[in-house]
T-cell receptor, first 114, second 113 residues
């Protein structure tokens, strides 16, 4: 079973601060996805990164896929209370009999205080 | 509106009473999947399907069954529910190509007493 280690598990910061969430694995993934989940709702896709070294920006959020396609990071600039939520990374299997299978990290609970 | 619809949203049942949680998507997606979410354990895949009549086990398939007779529907069946299957369940679908992620349903909170 492929594992994704996500850190930190909890993050409590003040409005305006920057933060980075990490997602690491010993396995290679064909793509890495980031989701955000609100209480009582399903995860919502933020971004998919596919190419090693790829960087994608979504307003104040910057996502990076490692060169070896084993790790990823999410950086938020000038966090706002509306960024509060559970952030999840998920890796898609590279091939073999489990092609397309998605493995999730444990998640990072982010709280941004006004 | 493009969406994944799960029913019911909430369900309380007794041990051993067979139940089905329905999942339907209107996006013509090939991939569908079921997850359970538990505190401290994150999202764990139960079963997934790459297309009609093609399914495979995820990480925690014991005690669950699925079927994919039509592209849009992917029901989750608990033949004999037990209290350790009390959890929050999510159905999700995807076009299956690398560029696209999964669209999740709103979840089904199941309690087995």
């Amino acid at each position: 079973t492929q594992l994704l280690e996500q850190s930190p598990q909890f993050l409590s910061i003040q409005e305006g601060e920057n933060l980075t969430v990490y997602c690491n694995s010993s396995s290679v993934f064909s793509s890495l996805q980031w989701y955000r989940q609100e209480p009582g709702e399903g995860p919502v896709l933020l971004v998919t990164v596919v190419t090693g070294g790829e960087v994608k920006k979504l307003k104040r959020l910057t996502f990076q896929f490692g060169d070896a396609r084993k790790d990823s990071s999410l950086h938020i600039t000038a966090a706002q209370p509306g960024d509060t939520g559970l952030y999840l990374c998920a890796g898609k299997n590279a091939g073999g009999t489990s092609y397309g299978k998605l493995t999730f990290g444990q998640g990072t609970i982010l709280t941004v205080h006004p | 509106e493009a969406q994944v619809t799960q029913n019911p949203r909430y369900l309380i049942t007794v041990t051993g009473k067979k139940l089905t949680v329905t999942c339907s998507q209107n996006m013509n997606h090939e991939y569908m999947s079921w997850y359970r979410q538990d505190p401290g354990l994150g999202l764990r895949q139960i079963y997934y399907s790459m297309n009609v009549e093609v399914t495979d086990k995820g990480d925690v398939p014991e005690g669950y069954k699925v079927s994919r007779k039509e592209k849009r529907n992917f029901p989750l069946i608990l033949e004999s529910p037990s209290p350790n299957q009390t959890s929050l369940y999510f159905c999700a679908s995807s076009p299956g190509t690398e560029l696209y992620g999964y669209t999740f349903g709103s979840g089904t909170r199941l309690t087995v007493v």
